[in-house]
């Protein structure tokens, strides 16, 4: 459930909550169920949670200086690692089958309300004290990487129902249409990488079946009469104009091209900073304003509150150093 609600709301579904008090309900769901395997059935302790215990309490240690608060919000992403490691032999039993129609639900959920937004469909609510941000705000790279998801899970065989045929042969269109209308390009990019194994999954794949290739085939060919048509309806900031498609004045592309541009400059001022002051094997450490200190930040929208530099492995360096890119990466290697 918690994997879900957090793949089929994204960000705003991850505020919802009790922001204040740094509560928050997806948090909550995921706690609850681990402390149940721990309490039923015992959980899982080898090298590998050791690792991450040394780990965890050595960063813990760290950065006194810095509220706790803003310290463990560093560290979730091995937070939640660690609490996988503990019960990962309990959740390789959950079968299969029920982890993907878990992901159909959720990543049709995210397809419906991400494209009533782009189609002004769906209006953004204002937040309230239940909800950090406001009810249905986009986090356009997210809602991409979940299209690649449903993907991947929509053109699967289950039950062979004609809903379940449908699915898999319109998914692909809605995901595309979705990600076209939000201005995040990376997850656009993900979306086109997954079309080929929708189209070649085995015995599985759209791209076995005549009837859904000459589907696929006719909606693409049919986009192309309408291109400038749809140049007025889609959104300023939207990706395909970003890519410079469809872009009469080339402002998108520039927009987007400026954006890119500044986080690379960015990250290259962060990485220099962390060779710099010594920091490559252990990193600055969580709670640390390296972006702040090293003065990437004027590169990155110069917004205080931001603190990732928009590159999850530049992100895990030059925080963690060598010692935690190398943890990560033990950890996630050995679990697969």
């Not at 950065?63 to 937070?79: A, H, K």
């Not at 941000?133 to 991947?152: E, K, L, M, T, W």
């Not at 290259?268 to 990193?283: F, Q, R, S, Y």
Request: hydrophobic share 50%; charged share 15%; with cysteine.
């Amino acid at each position: 459930m918690g994997v879900g609600l957090s793949l089929a709301t994204g960000r705003w579904g991850a505020w919802i909550g009790f922001p204040n008090y740094g509560i928050f309900v997806i948090d909550l769901i995921v706690l609850s169920g681990i402390m149940l395997v721990i309490i039923f059935d015992g959980i899982k302790f080898d090298y590998l949670s050791l690792l991450l215990t040394i780990f965890l309490l050595f960063q813990f240690c760290r950065n006194s200086e810095y509220e706790l608060q803003l310290r463990i919000r560093d560290l979730l992403p091995f937070i939640y690692l660690y609490l996988f490691l503990l019960v990962r032999t309990q959740i390789s039993q959950i079968p299969i089958t029920y982890i993907y129609r878990i992901l159909r639900a959720a990543t049709l959920t995210s397809l419906i309300w991400n494209l009533g937004v782009g189609l002004h469909f769906l209006p953004i609510l204002p937040s309230n004290r239940f909800a950090g941000i406001d009810i249905f705000s986009q986090r356009p790279d997210q809602a991409g990487f979940v299209g690649c998801i449903g993907v991947v899970v929509w053109s699967l065989k289950l039950d062979n129902s004609k809903f379940e045929r449908f699915m898999n042969l319109s998914i692909l269109p809605f995901n595309l249409l979705s990600s076209l209308l939000q201005p995040g390009r990376a997850g656009l990019l993900a979306l086109i990488v997954s079309i080929p194994f929708l189209l070649t999954k085995g015995n599985q794949g759209i791209g076995k079946s005549k009837k859904g290739l000459i589907l696929l085939s006719l909606t693409t060919i049919l986009v192309v009469p309408f291109s400038q048509a749809i140049q007025s309806f889609l959104p300023e900031q939207s990706s395909i104009k970003k890519f410079g498609l469809l872009d009469g004045d080339g402002a998108a592309l520039m927009t987007g091209d400026s954006t890119a541009y500044g986080r690379k400059m960015g990250q290259a001022d962060l990485l220099t900073w962390v060779k710099k002051e010594g920091k490559l094997v252990n990193g600055a450490g969580p709670g640390y304003e390296m972006l702040i200190e090293s003065g990437a930040i004027r590169w990155l929208s110069g917004n205080a509150d931001v603190r990732y530099p928009h590159n999850w492995w530049i992100s895990l360096l030059s925080r963690y150093g060598i010692f935690g890119f190398a943890c990560w990466m033990i950890c996630m290697l050995a679990t697969l």
